[in-house]
């Protein structure tokens, strides 16, 4: 027996199904499609080093605690970004976070109870189920099609649950989600508010990629469309976003919009949690937000993303055809593929690996690994040459494992 006694939720850790797959990526020549991370050459290194000059000039202050709310000056740039995307509000309605994964971690520890059930978007961001794991949630499943989460199959779920056992909490991201890709049509987004109001739980809109659009057609937040409804009332919603994917993750800097006794115990939560998110990263990015230069870098990360899309799904299925099936993204960085039940998953994936080309298996998106046809690709990090590479060494896998 060991020496400690660890709670529960750590008692046996399982660690994240993506991170597991980190040594395969040391093999040489491998093309990975399965990191979640952004293309290190759209990173505005020019602009983030003047950033990071000016924000030296402030002197003690970058240097200094700050407050656990977050800076003066990154509070009123992000205001305006929530402005620029539909919502309603102002400095004073952000908090900013250490990555818009503190977020999610600090709303569980405020509204959630071990046993406590929340609905979850499936398949699912793997950090999400992870949290909820940690927090003891009883984690519901709810189907996603290609227009985003199915409204209409969770409100048949909540309308048989017993009133005792109705979700506190669903958690969706609506642009361009992680794994799928797919953008969840306004109607829905209404219709998901109307429901959070009736059944009385609190939805968190995910939202670091809905800045990566193709097009001009992305709806606003799920947030606005609350505002929409309640007026001055209390918010059901809370919007969580990030510079992770639009500037550099290596900022970690996220941020909060909520109803303020929401952001006033999330805060409180905070401070036990970090203090405050790095003063340093906060001046550098609330000088990059100033210069101005923000909206050409995510202009031409768009474009290159784009390509890179284009480039994965048109060779896909110009190869593979009928075996695999998905739905183009509008935006962001991932397609959700699945595939002709025959081909055995584990035979597909050792035969990728061999052909030195990586994706995530599909069962790490399932709180219950129940999904085994399907895998998530991401496109942002390979550039063109080496993603019609991936498509070529893919397609040999698909073939050895057929
Ligand atoms: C859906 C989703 N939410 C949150 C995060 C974490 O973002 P951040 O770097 O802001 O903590 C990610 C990162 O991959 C993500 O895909």
């Known amino acids: 027996m060991s020496f400690f006694q660890f709670t529960p939720a750590f008692a046996n850790p399982?660690?994240?199904?993506?991170r597991e797959l980190f040594p395969y990526l040391s093999r040489p020549g491998m093309v990975s499609l399965a990191g979640g991370y952004?293309?290190?050459?759209?990173?505005?290194?020019?602009?983030l080093a003047a950033a990071a000059a000016q924000a030296m000039t402030t002197g003690a202050t970058a240097l200094q605690y700050g407050a656990t709310e977050g800076s003066p000056a990154l509070r009123e740039q992000l205001a305006a970004q929530c402005q620029a995307r539909g919502i309603r509000c102002s400095a004073a309605d952000m908090l900013v976070t250490t990555g818009s994964q503190q977020g999610f971690d600090l709303l569980l520890r405020v509204l959630i109870q071990p046993g406590d059930a929340v609905c979850v978007e499936t398949p699912a961001y793997p950090?999400?189920?992870?949290?909820l794991r940690q927090a003891g949630a009883q984690i519901l499943s709810t189907p996603v099609d290609g227009d985003g989460l199915d409204v209409e199959a969770l409100a048949a779920m909540l309308a048989a649950l017993p009133v005792a056992e109705r979700p506190k909490l669903l958690y969706t991201v609506p642009n361009f989600s992680n794994p799928c890709g797919t953008l969840?049509?306004?109607?829905?987004?209404?219709?998901?508010?109307?429901?959070a109001l009736e059944y009385g739980f609190v939805v968190v809109e995910d939202d670091p990629y809905g800045e990566l659009a193709f097009t001009d057609a992305r709806p606003a937040p799920v947030y606005a469309a609350a505002q929409q409804q309640v007026g001055e009332?209390?918010?059901?919603?809370?919007y969580l976003s990030s510079l992770s994917k639009t500037v550099a993750p290596g900022l970690r800097v996220g941020w909060m919009v909520a109803d303020p006794a929401v952001l006033r115990r999330c805060t409180v939560a905070k401070q036990t949690n970090d203090l405050c998110t790095s003063p340093l990263a906060q001046a550098v990015a609330a000088s990059y937000l100033q210069s101005g230069r923000y909206p050409q870098a995510v202009a031409k990360a768009c474009a290159e993303y784009q390509r890179r899309m284009l480039a994965l799904t048109q060779g896909l299925k110009a190869r593979l055809g009928d075996l695999v099936q998905f739905v183009q993204p509008a935006g962001g960085m991932f397609v959700w593929m699945t595939f002709d039940a025959r081909i055995d998953p584990q035979k597909l994936f050792d035969a990728a690996v061999a052909a030195n080309v990586l994706f995530v298996p599909g069962k790490a998106?399932?709180?219950?690994?129940?999904?085994?046809?399907?895998?998530?690709?991401?496109?942002?990090?390979?550039?063109?040459?080496?993603i019609e590479q991936a498509v070529d060494r893919l397609t040999e896998a698909f073939h050895k494992a057929s």
Do not use: C
Request: aromatic residues 6%.
């Open 184 to 195: 969840l049509v306004q109607a829905r987004r209404e219709r998901l508010v109307q429901l």
């Open 38 to 47: 952004p293309s290190p050459s759209l990173f505005d290194q020019e602009g």
């Open 127 to 131: 950090a999400t189920i992870a949290a």
């Open 365 to 386: 998106f399932y709180a219950d690994n129940a999904q085994l046809h399907s895998m998530r690709l991401s496109f942002a990090a390979p550039d063109v040459a080496q």
């Open 14 to 18: 399982q660690g994240s199904p993506i």
């Open 233 to 238: 009332g209390e918010n059901p919603v809370v």
